[in-house]
């Protein structure tokens, strides 16, 4: 198999890197770490949207975004997380390092694949309202299935208490046609009546915005498409709970750098460690989530 070739390009503002291999090709942005797309031959398992903008501080629409050190707004995470700032009320949604520039550590090509490390200090980008010392080192790589590793090393003196989420968004056919396989059975929170907590019965499908957060998940989810032909497997751990969201057709005209109807061909399922699921880490201690996505 022949080696796999990694180039360095300029989009717009950022600096991102392409990585060819075999049939796969994925993109990544060295602000936020954010993987932008992935493409298995030439078809794209990651989504990406059209009207992605590459700009310094702004997080991609599409790939992987971190969410660190809080998911969602801070209002909405157990009280252990919040009171980790100073003004909970006014923090961003998703945390910040989805917006900030990491380091790239290094890339190197190993056994059949390659593999790029990015670490993030918060030492280096000062938080006045979460005053707190640790670094983040996301590994990704890629051979035959594209894998990825954040892990969170606390050296704050204190314990650290943090909720997080690789926030991945999938290109699926028609999101009306799609269902999650792993999920039935399992109890959620539905953002848009409350957060209140409800069971999920059959397989999920889609005819409605959605945006739950599933507890307890296992560690193999995947996405049924069958008008592709393709099953999306991811298999995770670190993990017991995953976002699933689609905007659907309002909340579409809402979201920045967000065709109208490009609700129809995406999915996120974003693991997580969200709600009861939240990270507490000791002084020293740390923690990895990892996935890994293949189709079949
Ligand atoms: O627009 P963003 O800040 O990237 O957030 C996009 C989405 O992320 C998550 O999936 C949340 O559950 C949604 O409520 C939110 O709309």
């Not at 991811?234 to 993990?239: K, P």
């Not at 659907?248 to 967000?258: A, G, V, Y």
Request: hydrophobic share 35%; net charge negative; proline share 5%.
């Amino acid at each position: 198999m022949p080696r796999p070739s990694v180039e360095r390009i300029q989009l717009d503002e950022l600096t991102c890197w392409q990585i060819r291999h075999a049939d796969k090709e994925l993109l990544i942005s060295q602000q936020g770490a954010q993987i932008l797309s992935y493409k298995e031959n030439g078809r794209p398992l990651v989504w990406l949207s059209d009207q992605a903008a590459f700009k310094q501080g702004q997080p991609v629409r599409g790939g992987v975004p971190i969410c660190w050190p809080w998911f969602a707004n801070l209002e909405h995470n157990p009280e252990p997380v919040q009171t980790m700032h100073n003004q909970p009320s006014s923090a961003t949604a998703h945390g910040f390092v989805r917006s900030l520039g990491w380091q790239l550590q290094g890339i190197e090509t190993e056994g059949n694949g390659v593999r790029l490390d990015f670490v993030f200090d918060t030492r280096l980008h000062p938080q006045p309202d979460w005053p707190y010392a640790a670094q983040l080192h996301f590994q990704v790589r890629l051979d035959d299935r594209l894998h990825m590793a954040l892990t969170t090393c606390n050296l704050s003196d204190t314990t650290l208490r943090y909720s997080q989420a690789l926030h991945s968004y999938f290109a699926v056919s028609d999101i009306r046609q799609v269902k999650i396989e792993g999920l039935q059975g399992h109890s959620y929170l539905d953002c848009l009546d409350g957060w209140s907590r409800k069971h999920q019965t059959d397989e999920p499908v889609f005819s409605a915005e959605t945006d739950r957060v599933y507890l307890d998940t296992p560690a193999a989810i995947a996405i049924i498409d069958d008008p592709w032909g393709r099953k999306i497997n991811l298999l995770s751990s670190g993990s017991r709970s995953a976002v699933v969201w689609n905007p659907w057709t309002e909340k579409s005209l809402r979201l920045t750098q967000f065709a109208h109807n490009a609700w129809q061909g995406m999915l996120c399922i974003e693991h997580a460690n969200a709600a009861e699921d939240f990270q507490a880490l000791e002084s020293g201690e740390q923690h990895t989530l990892s996935v890994s996505i293949w189709s079949s």
